[in-house]
């Protein structure tokens, strides 16, 4: 028997979740949202996920409230912030990252997140050892670990992500602080 392909049958709220967030590329661009990428185009060259794909994925987290479209300070661009909604996906993103750090890496922790506010690198569990804390994805600073491979991706993103400790939520590529003109 062929699976459907919704769980619109399904009375269950995971079943429900799964109709927002288990569509294939779906959380790797909210983890992107939580790294801080904004624009259409750094989530095509970090994710390499087909056009298609991701308007569809973006469209489909803007229409359930996830992500909001915003226009990018250069009236060009749209941005894709996430909302209260959105953020609150934050354990579920981490919990995935740190079972998938724990069981099928070897080589160790491709991301470490430390607390913004005592720079302890916070537990597998989301909570901060140091002062026992559960920091929002916003009190976090992500950084390359050891087992990270800097020859594996090249894009703006990668690149940005091993400079050092980088802000969750922040935007990676923040548009350039305007200069008032000078006066004669």
Do not use: N
């Not at 690198?121 to 994805?137: H, K, L, N, W």
């Not at 992500?161 to 003109?181: E, I, M, S």
């Amino acid at each position: 028997m062929a699976l459907g392909r919704g769980y619109a049958d399904q009375d269950c709220s995971l079943a429900r979740a799964l109709e927002v967030v288990g569509e294939r590329w779906t959380l790797l661009v909210l983890r992107d949202c939580f790294y801080g990428v904004r624009r259409f185009g750094d989530f095509h060259a970090h994710l390499g996920i087909p056009r298609a794909v991701l308007a569809d994925r973006l469209k489909a987290l803007a229409a359930v409230g996830v992500v909001e479209r915003r226009p990018h300070t250069t009236g060009v661009e749209v941005d894709y912030v996430l909302t209260d909604r959105g953020l609150d996906l934050w354990p579920i993103v981490f919990s995935l990252a740190q079972w998938g750090e724990r069981w099928l890496a070897p080589e160790g922790s491709r991301r470490l997140f430390s607390h913004a506010a005592c720079g302890t690198d916070i537990g597998s569990g989301g909570a901060c050892p140091a002062c026992g804390t559960v920091p929002p994805p916003a009190d976090l600073l992500i950084r390359q670990g050891p087992g990270a491979d800097a020859t594996l991706r090249d894009d703006r993103v990668s690149t940005a992500l091993r400079r050092g400790p980088h802000r969750l939520l922040t935007d990676l590529f923040p548009a350039p602080a305007h200069t008032a003109p000078s006066g004669s």
